[in-house]
């Protein structure tokens, strides 16, 4: 029924080219107008052809087993990607580096005091779910990149232990100093919380699962619904990513075989002190032995009894221990050859390794990448012809730190930044509603797909569908999305596979998939994320596998057929101005937000409201933050706007004339906005406009070197970020004056 | 220490008042300059005698046993209360009242299905706390004036079951009716919610306490700590008291032993379904029982589980049956007679009932008020007068439904309305910050009172004191607590003995007490809100009941002493236009949501958004609301506004000169403000400013004629009451102008 439908779209748009309808073909940017009906008839070809069906059979085999860099199902998957892709007529390699990727050899969390309790740390095998029980193959519950380490200590309760919780235990006069600390999971991502508990002078660090962010209280627990169960724990990387990701022993470069090494000790991205993961379950009874202050109201979780934060009387003994060898890892790159510019190229890519079964993460994600493939395999056979050329990446050691992709980047930087169009990334799938990140010079192109794109539980457009529900949950934007032909898409932080491509080398990237109706995320790196759990829980019928596909590889087939690349900045200029002013209101909000403590330290407020039952130090005063100068870069904002604006008239006049001069301009322009120098005190990161934030790790900080300058107090290097970001801005709009000359020769 | 702190201070100032020192006493409003020096000395003197020790004393005697209407105990108390009065020398009398006060005969909850569960309905006596093993003489845990009934239905979870709720569960497609609905405790006055669930089809009603908002979240529970322990139960009245309070048998009407009075089954303020309150230890089999949709995330409590709405599987057989008997209340009524104006009242109030053994509620606020009156009766015998007739009232039955109160008020309804000059209120007291709502006439003058009333803890003044807590805590509070002169105090809703006065006779009226600094409230209404609770976790040095004392008896003095009713209208028109600014917000914002949800139904955004594996209702359009007249309004509180500055010139014109003319209408000012036929649906209350809400119970709905037509959509009656409450106005602007005349003769 559905393949009908589709081959009826077909087929009537083949009529209305053929005998030019009343009703003309849409427009697409970068494409004449005959070349826009040709490419739309292709387009509706290749989302005819992803099959659900398909998706559930290559996602069974692929969560077969655990699958994590250096198991033999890791190796396992790859070869049999690549056959697969051999098979529908592609070209498919895979690059092999080499990793170091710690394993774990000991694990240990005890409680001495008051009471001893010894933490297990291991996820039950449940009957109900057949893959959970491959316990000699699974990865146990661990934090990759912890350091080694044996400590004792009494223990303390930091919240989620990102900054701000650091700033309330300093209100409270508590110090972590030569403690334990033990934070919830949420607030950031999890490798800052035993970045801070080391910096703030803790011996060691665990992360749990709190039922109320993860656990019953989102819903019901696993196998009888989606959430955590108690008993349920988060893997993961802990790798300082925010200053590299990657192989932490090859900074810079592929972690080839002959690649130099740094020595252990000098890698700079393994945590300072040592810290594991856990269940609730494994929590509860270290929380609860904990004394001192009852937690602040916001700290508090949903297990039963009052969150103290202590420090003790509970007395913790942990001991982490790992096998630091190097593992193979294997990245399969599928390579479909341009015909007309095979120096340009799209890029799309998903990892295939798991932190175990992982059918959610990034199973779900690498099928639909798979059924892209063999479509466009399809098209081939049928005489389409891409212009660009395609790559087609399923990444290896992306859970323990982005590795196969950066390595692999690094490794082919020369040639990428020369020849790459863009990366369109995924990481898994679920159902519901669009969500979009990336590029915001790419931000109207990615509008253009998503139009084109039907949701098949409503039949509207993926695009309407997103629009729909901002209007419904997000009342402060609902005048933007009522007003706007355009789906604004959010800033890249960091998490997966594109990190290296838009942040290291200034490739534009795209991040996409689908979520939001079902609950989801009991399973996060988990032995539970397996087949069983997907297919009860999440896309259960595959049919958002089959939209992933359908609106990556529509994107993909667009930016390899056009003309002129269709990127457009006026919404980029747009929406950096849009940071300036965010940027500007912090500063601002800062500034009061210090006068006013100055103000209410001068009025009494403290002694006047301080409880001497519960006395805490009062505040001292801070120096007031100085006006800093915007200037340069609202000057090189301003010059930015023109260049666009004479862009987009150069677009509009050129009509129909092709220009490869401009494309390959137009491919640098994300490269331009990029630094050599990179971002202080982790150059790895060149970006100038998105960064991961140093302390939120997954979370986006824009225009990074001036926000995080003055997140963190520091005006001079703010200012000096501030002329250099400008620079920045000005070699964009050089670029964009050239790419509009060269529309108009 | 403290003691010869105060006589220092009482010596410096005598010294000021005869030597005419460099520094003038501080004038007080409606005093000459001699005579504020005099009533300065007096109330410097009142301040020295509250003493903590007696008070703790007072405090052991009252809460040795649990003394609700109709207990031994309680008629054993208002004797002693008397006793302790007629030997300071003062004019005590008990004024007994017949009124219907149900108890329980039996009460049963329990679950059949899916598993079988007997709820306790009891809190176990502590071997820690002595009183809590006093069970014969304990009302057991129960809802007053719930009406008997035996019912057996599927279970629903409703969150706090304030209308709000009701519209979610309208949005889920949920429906109440044939159910026995499950509330937490919160988010209105309790009997808000049989009320609600039967108005919604419900056949019966529990609430119970969740540990979220009253037990192990908010801190460690009794009797390690202050919060409310599993097995603790909120017992309560469920009486309609926004319909009338009192005695449901006598609305309007004095319970006196040959009152005309309506048959049982013609009380309007018994609830129409039977209900009973619960422990969260006795709540949770049920809750966890729940089947359905999960509750959304805003109505999930602490429970370790998902919470479900429901309806069933649990399956609830509950069954209420009182005892309709009625029984003996005993006010003590303290006079002390006015040396120049008998005829004009000042009266001073604090229930002594309890549920149960009652060391916080009532006993704390009460032994205050009796410490007030021994310290009076001292300066009695030293030599001061006072002008106005003083009365201190110690209510019986205030816990069922305001009963002592409430049925005095009604029998001397003639005498009050003619000689009340205001009434103030406590109910009980703990350690921190003042707590001030009521007649914003007196605004100005409670803070005089609170700028001369030393903080215990920090020495400054007790206004000083809480405005810096709100500068602290409430950033929108911050510029107006940095600002102003005075301390703004709340409206007053209801849930205390001022309600008769203000709400039903216009009688001004200012409640007040102590708190913010220890967490209490965890042995509110149960069995461990005793002598040992209270003297561990609240005002443990009752320092603060002194202030308490010192604080009231302060205002109390100043009104009985002064030549011109301290009166200020300023603050009350200043008041009042706000109220209007907010009514006209919120019928804007209820305007907007409405067209808001009515254009997001014609977009499709409830199509777009639907989930098919949780398919729910579409909302159906609803009609704009059509723009209200508040031109009436606005003319009169303009007119008003007029007389006010007038009668303050006059005020100022007045200089030295007294004028018993003016008292007797500034006494009538708040007469002024109601109106005979009282409230659409509820002629009982008369305040045209203030009312409780007739769905919220507790809190405060400001010009609640106008603001619950609005709310309720009932369009014509709006416009109606903008009207009414116009005139009214207007009558207060025509009082005002006359009292500027009498000053200005």
Chains 1, 2 share one sequence.
Not at 522 to 531: E, L, T
Not at 602 to 620: C, H, I, Q, R, Y
Request: charge should be negative; charged fraction near 25%.
């Amino acid at each position: 029924m559905r393949h009908l439908t589709a081959l009826l779209l077909v087929f009537s748009l083949c009529v209305q080219a053929a005998g030019q309808a009343a009703e003309p073909v849409r427009p697409l940017r970068g494409y004449k107008a005959d070349a826009a009906a040709t490419e739309r008839q292709w387009e509706e070809k290749f989302r005819a052809l992803p099959d659900p069906a398909n998706m559930r059979e290559y996602m069974q085999r692929l969560s077969a087993r655990p699958h994590h860099v250096g198991s033999a199902y890791d190796e396992d998957n790859a070869e049999w990607l690549a056959a697969k892709f051999k098979l529908w007529g592609l070209d498919a390699k895979i690059e092999v580096f080499d990793v170091l990727f710690p394993t774990p050899k000991e694990r240990l969390v005890e409680m001495l005091e008051p009471v001893r309790f010894k933490a297990k740390l291991e996820e039950p095998a449940l009957a109900v779910d057949p893959t959970s029980g491959q316990k000699e193959k699974q990865l146990p519950v661990y934090h990759a990149y912890s350091k080694d380490g044996e400590v004792t200590a009494p223990l303390i309760f930091v919240n989620y232990g990102v900054p701000a919780d650091y700033e309330e235990l300093l209100r409270m006069g508590i110090s972590v100093q030569g403690k334990i600390v033990i934070a919830k999971y949420g607030g950031s991502w999890r490798g800052i919380k035993p970045k801070l508990a080391a910096e703030h002078g803790a011996l060691g660090c665990i992360i749990y699962s709190d039922p109320k962010e993860d656990g019953f209280v989102q819903g019901d627990v696993y196998p009888n619904g989606a959430a955590r169960p108690s008993f349920g724990a988060q893997r993961g990387s802990v790798m300082d990513m925010p200053v590299y990701p990657g192989d932490p022993l090859t900074p810079g470069v592929g972690a080839t075989a002959d690649a130099k090494r740094l020595p252990l000790d000098q890698a700079q991205t393994i945590t300072k002190v040592p810290v594991l993961p856990m269940s609730y379950a494994d929590a509860e009874p270290l929380l609860k032995a904990l004394g001192g202050e009852v937690a602040p109201a916001a700290w508090r979780g949903a297990l039963p009894f009052t969150y103290h934060v202590g420090p003790g009387p509970a007395k913790v003994h942990m001991k982490v221990v790992s096998n630091w060898d190097r593992k193979p890892l294997y990245n399969v790159i599928v390579r479909i050859p341009g015909a007309v510019y095979p120096d340009e190229w799209v890029l799309r890519g998903n990892h295939h390794d798991a932190w175990v079964n992982g059918a959610e993460d990034p199973v779900s994600g690498a099928v639909a990448l798979m059924e892209e493939g063999r479509a466009l395999a399809e098209l081939l056979k049928q005489g389409w012809k891409p212009k660009r050329t395609i790559i087609l990446c399923f990444w290896d050691g992306e859970e323990p730190g982005l590795l196969g992709s950066t390595e692999w980047v690094e490794t082919h930087a020369a040639e990428l930044t020369a020849k790459a169009v863009a990366y369109i990334n995924s990481d898994g799938n679920s159902r519901g509603y669009i969500g979009l990140g990336g590029s915001h010079s790419l931000e109207n192109f990615m509008s253009e797909v998503t139009r084109d794109i039907e949701d098949p539980e409503t039949k509207m457009t993926v695009m309407k569908r997103r629009q729909l529900l901002d209007i419904r949950t997000m009342p402060d934007k609902r005048a933007e999305a009522r007003s706007r032909a355009d789906l604004r898409i959010g800033a890249l932080g960091s998490g997966s596979d594109y990190t290296a491509f838009i942040d290291h080398l200034g490739v534009a990237s795209i991040n996409l998939g689908f979520g939001g109706e079902d609950l989801g995320g009991g399973q996060y790196h988990s032995i539970y994320d397996d087949f069983y759990y997907y297919t009860h829980f999440l896309d259960t019928t595959f049919v958002y596998g089959r939209t992933l596909a359908q609106t990556a590889g529509t994107a993909v087939m667009r930016l390899a057929d056009a003309e002129v690349l269709p990127f457009q900045f006026s919404n980029f200029i747009e929406t950096v101005k849009g940071y300036e002013t965010e940027i500007k209101q912090a500063a601002a909000k800062q500034r009061s937000e210090i006068e006013e403590q100055n103000r209410e330290i001068d009025e009494g407020v403290f002694v006047g409201t301080l409880d001497p039952k519960k006395p805490v130090p009062a505040p001292s005063k801070e120096p007031v933050p100085p006006f800093l100068n915007f200037a340069p870069l609202d000057n090189a904002l301003d010059l930015l706007g023109r260049s666009v604006e004479k862009y987009e008239k150069s677009v509009a006049a050129a009509g129909d004339k092709a220009s490869p001069a401009v494309n390959a301009r137009l491919i640098q322009s994300e490269r331009k906005l990029t630094e050599d120098a990179g971002l202080p005190n982790r150059p790895w990161f060149r970006h100038t406009i998105y960064a991961p934030g140093f302390y939120t790790g997954y979370g986006v900080k824009t225009i990074p070197g001036v926000r995080e300058a003055i997140e963190q107090k520091r005006w001079a290097e703010a200012d000096a970020q501030i002329l250099r970001v400008s620079r920045v801005l000005e070699g964009e709009a050089d670029l964009l004056e050239k790419a509009a000359a060269d529309l108009t020769k």
